[in-house]
């Protein structure tokens, strides 16, 4: 068995399947030809094309059974491509995966190493036996600004989508910003009083997001914080909450 692979967003992959055939992305209709690349030509293809982009799917097909409509053909730097002169069926597809952002902002393609954020340099966070214990691990890393916060989003965090349910992303929002609140103040005991969550793009297994967050404003008794959760260089979320400190 020989594949070839087509990197598709995912709205236009559900639609193909709801139309039994996929016709192609807009650029491979004014071609005229379905874009397709080999395993070795995949990553390059993905970074020069769909650099920073989410909600990618990549679909594996077998070549052979596309017969004569299917040419092999030069293109980036005289390298030969396959093209496909014609619509795609379905009865060729062998695999459809998701195509996740590393947190490098780079696509993680299937057989690659999960992202370890321990290799990358990151702490786990000391874990409690609440509500992050069942949610976690939590992650820190340093930076000049101040420390970052990430977690591997993984299949038990998943809605009913496949995307990453909101309640995860606020778990986490809130946990971040109570923990930089924390070390801004010195350690004192707090309370979370308000948490706006502000959702801007979906996170898929496999994504490493990291929150990075900042003082807002300080009183005698409050804390005032916000928050960017991005994945690579894509932002997913934002959040700012309030914390009450403890008089002692």
């Known amino acids: 068995m020989t594949l070839i692979y087509k990197v598709c967003p995912e709205s236009l992959w559900r639609e193909a399947e709801r139309q039994g055939v996929f016709a192609g992305a807009p650029v491979d209709l004014a071609d005229g030809y379905i874009h397709f690349s080999t395993a070795e030509q995949m990553a390059q293809t993905a970074e020069k094309h769909f650099k920073g982009q989410s909600d990618l799917l990549l679909v594996a097909v077998e070549h052979t059974d596309l017969g004569e409509a299917l040419r092999y053909e030069p293109s980036r730097s005289g ?27 780079r696509h993680v393609f299937p057989g690659e190493p999960r992202f370890d954020p321990a290799q990358a340099g990151w702490t786990p966070v000391p874990r409690d036996d609440g509500m992050v214990a ?24 998943l809605n009913r989508q496949g995307a990453v349910h909101g309640g995860m992303i606020i778990t986490f929002a809130d946990n971040s910003l109570g923990m930089a609140s924390w070390a801004a103040n010195g350690g004192r005991r707090q309370v979370t009083i308000q948490l706006d ?13 990291v929150a990075r967050c900042n003082v807002v404003r300080q009183t005698r008794s409050l804390m005032f914080m916000a928050a960017t959760l991005a994945v690579g260089s894509r932002t997913v979320a934002t959040a700012t909450g309030v914390w009450k400190l403890s008089a002692t």
């Not at 998701?98 to 902002?105: E, S, V």
């Not at 069942?134 to 965090?157: C, D, N, Q, S």
């Not at 969550?197 to 997001?209: A, C, M, N, P």
């Open 134 to 157: 069942m949610v976690g691990p939590f992650w820190t890393k340093p930076e000049r600004e101040g420390a970052i916060y990430g977690f591997l989003a993984e299949k038990r965090h």
């Open 79 to 105: 390298a030969l491509f396959p093209h496909l002169y014609g619509p795609l069926p379905l009865s060729a597809v062998r695999q459809v995966v998701p195509l996740p952002l590393g947190p490098d902002g």
């Open 197 to 209: 969550t502000q959702f801007i793009d979906t996170v898929k297994e496999g994504d490493f997001v």
